[in-house]
């Protein structure tokens, strides 16, 4: 599935099934939520602290989707094409990059 065809799952999702979109600030706060979920899994399970019970269950690829989901909700809402600005991004990193990880001692 493309990014594209992602965004438009998602809107007729929203049409059919959430009457609309929640607002930008809503999703933007809610993405933040999402982001802390996945986090807190993320430290639990391979930092160092402890992973409760209660965290046990939860799958790791299950809270990406959401942290992907609600930010493809602010995408349509705002009127970017993810797939558009996706590639442009990779350009960017790959014009202003290209050499510095390379030349990172840390990374050696």
């Not at 807190?40 to 992973?51: A, D, H, L, N, P």
């Not at 909700?73 to 990880?101: M, P, S, W, Y």
């Amino acid at each position: 599935m493309l990014l594209q065809e992602a965004q438009t799952q998602v809107d007729q999702w929203i049409k059919a099934h959430g009457v609309r979109y929640f607002n930008e600030l809503t999703n933007l706060a809610i993405l933040t939520e999402e982001v802390g979920e996945l986090a807190r899994i993320m430290v639990r399970r391979f930092g160092e602290q402890s992973e409760k019970e209660s965290d046990k269950g939860k799958e790791l690829e299950d809270e990406m989707a959401d942290v992907l989901w609600v930010l493809i909700c602010l995408a349509n809402q705002t009127g970017v094409d993810l797939t558009k600005a996706f590639k442009k991004n990779i350009e960017k990193k790959t014009q202003r990059d290209k050499d510095r990880h390379h030349k990172n001692p840390k990374l050696k």
